[in-house]
């Protein structure tokens, strides 16, 4: 009976210490995915400058979507642990093809604008813009309201 008990309290310690290391490991992929979704938002306010003049940088314009395309392509592998935290709700992974569908768009979108850009520059890659920026859509499902 005595080792019985040794060996259930060596499990119950066991496990006990098991639970920080699994809290910092969420914590990492919870600070990886929104550092990412951080960088989106910088790129999206960058090109928005450009797109509406405030500055000069219009050879830019192309570098910014791809980063946005090669960041989309990071962020969906981020999301694949379920790993509910942050502002991603449980609604990502019970709805995870919509999810994956929406970044896989901005990705194209991204590229499609990055393509305009480099081919015919701002006047060109103008009118495909707006296709990328529907983040307030995927939010208003897959984000946790913040104040």
Known sequence: ?????RILGGVALAALLAVPAVAAENKDIIDYRINLMKTLGEQASAMGKIAQGKVDNADN??????TIALNVAAAKKAFVPKVVGGTATQAVWDNWKDF????????????DVAAAAKAGGLDAAKPKIGAMFTCKACHDI???KTN
Do not use: C, S
């Open 1 to 5: 009976m005595t080792r019985m008990v």
């Open 61 to 66: 314009l192309a570098i910014h979507a791809q």
């Open 100 to 111: 994956n569908d929406r970044f896989t768009a901005l990705e194209t979108a991204a590229n």
């Open 142 to 144: 897959y984000r946790t």
